[in-house]
């Protein structure tokens, strides 16, 4: 399994590998620790946040992007070359191969676990049905909840 997340100490994005029994997560970057709660993380399954409080994850598509937005580029920058030199049939398969591209992609890429709080994004997980798909109500939740605490930091300082 390996762990992207942001460090909550330097900030540095840090990707991890994770083994069973792991019962850490080191930064590279400045060595700050997070252990991860006991049974958070065992036979390859992650039951919830191993570097944040959050107990809520969801499954998402593996999808980069920004390579599919590129290939939606690329595609409509050579449909206009064609259209320009009035190749109709070929604007068309040039537009129709782009979305298969895409949607082929789609259907090969695997799935990822993310964390509603941090954003920690975690692959090759087992046991992914115990976890839903992005839920908003959820994410509404976190997201006031990291508002309140910003206000509640800046309301401290003052
Ligand atoms: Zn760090
Ligand atoms: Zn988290």
């Known amino acids: 399994m390996n762990l992207t997340h942001t460090c909550s100490e330097c900030g540095q994005p840090n ?4 083994v069973d029994g792991a019962d850490r997560v080191v930064c590279p970057h400045c060595d700050h620790t997070v252990e ?3 049974g958070a993380f065992s036979s ?3 039951h919830r946040c191993l570097v944040c409080p959050s107990t809520d994850l ?3 598509k593996d ?4 390579l ?3 290939i939606v580029v690329v595609g409509f920058a050579v449909s206009c070359v064609t259209w320009y030199f009035y190749l109709t049939a070929a604007t068309f398969s040039v537009l129709f191969a782009t979305a298969l591209i895409d949607v082929v992609l789609y259907l090969f890429v695997g799935n990822a676990l993310m964390c509603y709080r941090c954003g920690a994004t975690y692959r090759d997980v087992e046991g992914l049905d115990e976890h839903g798909g992005f ?8 997201r006031q909840e990291s508002a309140r605490l910003a206000e509640t930091a800046a309301a401290g300082k003052g």
């Open 58 to 60: 969801y499954v998402r």
């Open 63 to 66: 999808f980069p992007q920004q």
């Open 44 to 46: 390859g399954a992650v």
């Open 135 to 142: 839920d908003l109500e959820t994410h509404e939740r976190y």
């Open 36 to 38: 991860i709660p006991p």
């Open 68 to 70: 599919g937005v590129a």
């Open 15 to 18: 990707t991890v590998e994770l």
